[in-house]
């Protein structure tokens, strides 16, 4: 069983691993506060002697930033990655799958540059928006 892709917590996790409720974790960088909190899950699964499967379904930089993390641990790590097509890319050099795998962005911080033109393109508006409400 794998879970944890809404868990936002390293709280959540460490209750995870000591109910033994999965045999693997999927974190996700997005949800559980970045870099520094995802490295504290994945030692807590290494603790665990559980393996991970980062949760990563985004385009852009939470998607970088998972595939750094995933490329530290040593040798093939399954991530979760969007596929399909997409109305735009918002990534002047988009993050793609090849036979299964995927290269780790290689620039500056991420590794990733934005298409400012595609952002231009699809500009933010409120209208229509619907608050999200939790009851």
């Not at 665990?48 to 379904?57: E, R």
Request: glycine share 12%.
């Amino acid at each position: 069983i794998a879970l944890g892709e809404n868990e936002s917590t390293l709280y959540g996790f460490r209750e995870i691993v000591e109910r033994r409720a999965g045999d693997i974790l999927q974190p996700s960088i997005t949800k559980v506060g970045g870099i520094t909190e995802f490295r504290k899950i994945a030692a807590l699964a290494q603790a665990a002697n559980l393996p991970i499967a980062p949760h990563s379904f985004y385009f852009g930089p939470g998607l970088a930033a998972t595939l750094h993390m995933a490329a530290t641990w040593g040798g093939p790590v399954p991530v979760e990655f969007p596929t399909g097509e997409h109305e735009t890319s918002f990534l002047a050099n988009p993050i793609t799958a090849r036979d299964g795998c995927v290269e780790v962005p290689s620039g500056p911080g991420l590794g990733i540059e934005i298409n400012e033109e595609a952002i231009r393109k699809h500009p933010y508006t409120a209208a229509g928006a619907k608050p999200f409400v939790l009851h």
